[in-house]
Antibody, heavy 121, light 110 residues
């Protein structure tokens, strides 16, 4: 059974860089059938797609955060990561990693439990 | 940037039918946008209900039905139950490697 688990600091200072890792178990991150993505949800608000990556390194970014975000993948560790720079209070959110079916159903079909990241001033 | 619109809230009586919609601030939603629907309960990750407009995800009851109605994607729930009380989100593929979630609909069953 596929499982995704987010990890990283729960508290980040404003203007610094938020770094999160998603560890995938029960399946290979190098599968040609799937991409891997990050979605966030500010407290009490809706979902927002941030970025998606393929095992080959192909990346897709939300234009609204593209200048501050880097998504990367480490197939040897079965992990992918997110870095978000110059954070502000508006970046406080639960961050989810998810398996993303790109080119087919476009579905985010498996999600991690999410991790809350708070940006402090 | 195009905004994906959803009703902020909706209410349905137990056993009733409700249709939630997913539209665009400019233009019409079609199957080419691959509308997907997710259900989220408090403190939980979202789960897929409907993908590619009208395909139910594994284990989703056939009370949930996806379609295109007019210029919007739609999620219809029939025979509403208490545990359908959740937040519902749609996401659309805008092309060029960009996906946009709607603001979500909070469904109350009472």
């Amino acid at each position: 059974q596929l499982q995704l688990q987010e990890s990283g600091p729960g508290l980040v200072k404003a203007s610094e860089t938020l770094s999160l890792t998603c560890t995938v178990s029960g399946g290979s991150i190098s599968s040609s059938s799937y991409h891997w993505g990050w979605i966030r949800q500010p407290p009490g608000k809706g979902l927002a797609w941030i970025a998606t990556i393929y095992y080959s390194g192909t990346t897709y970014y939300n234009p609204s955060v593209k200048s501050r975000v880097i998504i990367s993948i480490d197939t040897s560790k079965n992990q992918f990561s997110l870095k978000l720079g110059s954070v502000t209070a508006a970046d406080t959110a639960v961050y989810y990693c998810a398996r993303h079916i790109v080119g087919g159903t476009q579905d985010f079909d498996n999600w991690g439990q999410g991790t809350l990241v708070t940006v402090s001033s | 940037q195009t905004v994906v619109t959803q009703e902020p809230s909706f209410s349905v009586s137990p056993g009733g039918t409700v249709t939630l919609t997913c539209g665009l601030s400019s233009g019409s939603v079609s199957t080419n946008y691959y509308p997907n629907w997710y259900q989220q309960t408090p403190g939980q990750a979202p789960r897929t209900l409907i993908y590619s407009t009208n395909f139910r995800s594994s284990g989703v009851p056939d009370r949930f039905f996806g379609s295109i109605l007019g210029n919007k994607a739609a999620l219809t729930i029939t025979g509403a139950q208490a545990d359908d009380e959740s937040d519902y989100y749609c996401v659309l593929y805008m092309g060029s490697g960009v996906w946009v979630f709607g603001g979500g609909t909070k469904l109350t069953v009472l």
